[in-house]
């Protein structure tokens, strides 16, 4: 079965920094986009930053400039740089692993960020 493992969540100021970090288990890693969601109390989970099985990376607008997604195949690891938090940057942190060509779609069971102001 295949399992997404966040990490690097907690509490932090405004204006700090955090990292966090998706390991992949049983899966061809590199033929997957992954991407970053946040779902704050109440709210819709939404997309943050993808980075596409050919590298290209995408991220929301709220988060361009401050926050950085990577990828290690290798590893089978992805990675989220956040740079100067803000306190709407707070909710749970997922790692979403998903393919087109064949229909799989994963998910992490999510990491609390919370930033206080």
């Known amino acids: 079965q295949v399992q997404l493992v966040e990490s690097g969540g907690g509490l932090v100021q405004a204006g700090g920094s955090l990292r966090l970090s998706c390991a992949a288990s049983r899966i061809f890693f590199g033929m997957y986009d992954v991407g970053w969601y946040r779902q704050a109390p109440g709210a819709q989970r939404l997309l943050v930053a993808v980075?596409?099985?050919?590298?290209?990376?995408n991220y929301a607008d709220s988060v361009k400039g401050r926050f950085t997604i990577s990828r290690d195949n290798a590893e089978k690891m992805v990675y989220l740089q956040m740079n100067s938090l803000k306190p709407e940057d707070t909710a749970v942190y997922y790692c979403?692993?998903?393919?087109?060509?064949?229909?799989?779609?994963?998910w992490g069971q999510g990491t609390q960020v919370t930033v206080s102001s």
């Open positions: 979403n692993a998903k393919s087109d060509a064949t229909m799989e779609n994963y």
């Open positions: 980075i596409t099985s050919s590298g290209r990376t």
